[in-house]
């Protein structure tokens, strides 16, 4: 190392001279650790001078203007796909609420400052459901029924819980569904394969699990003791989603009140299982 510094600091004289007449103009000294130092600075501010002028001329304005376009085009990208998100979660609490369509809203904790009105569902229902939709109106009701059966069959369906029916289906009487009676904490199944919707509680309705399925199908489970699902699991037919109990104010005695929904139609489901 000190040898290296002694050749850094060793001096030179530099001679200047007029090459016509070889007449001497000027005479420094300069080592090599100068010569060094005068480098470094003269990249410097070629860089600098450099970095200006990307900054502040016509190429470099072209240049942030691409870069800019390409960071709004992600940007869009990623609202686009929130917008997706929002649409699905829209058309989920619409169909909620035709499900729960005689439950006060304002009373419930499941869609506390939320207010979504029928028509936002038929802007934001997705092509796939408005093409099923057009399909099922057209046809009347024993070929709705042979079409359910048909695709429930196929899906696998099963039995919500081991027990009887004590109230009917009846839709002018907006009871959408059967009250199967069974031994409290007895088991509640899912009765097709799916993904689970919505959960919660609510004053009137208890413990309640919604499940969505193929083919626009969705059932629902209401008056539970306990859940044993949450929002978002995935659920095979037949796998356990909740126990028998008798919670909410509309329920009298340990039950399970079961709907099942085509699109958003609700149907009855003795026409599709056989009840003790």
């Known amino acids: 190392m000190k040898s290296l510094l002694a050749k850094l600091l060793i001096k030179y004289r530099v001679d200047v001279f007029k090459k016509e007449s070889l007449e001497k103009i000027s005479s420094f000294h300069l080592n090599k650790m100068q010569l060094s130092i005068l480098f470094v600075f003269i990249f410097i ?36 796909s929130i917008e997706n998100l929002l649409n699905l979660q829209l058309d989920y609490s619409e169909r909620l609420k035709l499900i729960f369509n005689d439950f006060d809203t304002t009373k419930s904790q499941i869609n506390a400052g939320a207010a979504f ?50 109230s009917k289906f009846d839709a002018k009487k907006k009871h959408f569904g059967v009250d199967i009676a069974a031994k409290e904490n007895s088991d509640v199944f899912s009765v097709l394969s799916g993904v689970v919707l919505f959960t919660g509680f609510s004053d009137e309705l208890g413990h309640f699990i919604i499940v969505a399925h193929e083919n626009n199908f969705f059932s629902v489970y209401l008056h539970n003791s306990s859940l044993l699902k949450s929002k978002g699991d995935v659920v095979n037919s037949g796998d ?31 026409k599709y299982l056989q009840f003790d």
């Open 117 to 166: 009105s029928l028509n936002s569902l038929q802007s934001k229902m997705t092509q796939q459901d408005s093409i099923l939709l057009n399909f099922i109106k057209k046809l009347d009701n024993e070929s709705v029924y042979k079409y359910n059966q048909s695709v429930l069959q196929k899906l696998n369906l099963q039995h919500p819980a081991n027990g009887m029916i004590t």
């Open 45 to 80: 501010l070629s860089f600098f001078i450099s970095s200006a002028f990307i900054f502040f001329s016509p190429i470099g304005n072209k240049f942030f203007e691409l870069s800019k376009k390409r960071e709004i085009s992600e940007l869009y990208m990623q609202v686009d």
């Open 240 to 270: 356990k989603i909740a126990l028998v109990g008798s919670s909410g104010k509309l329920s009298s005695a340990p039950h399970l009140h079961f709907e099942l929904w085509s699109g958003l139609s609700p149907i009855d489901p003795e």
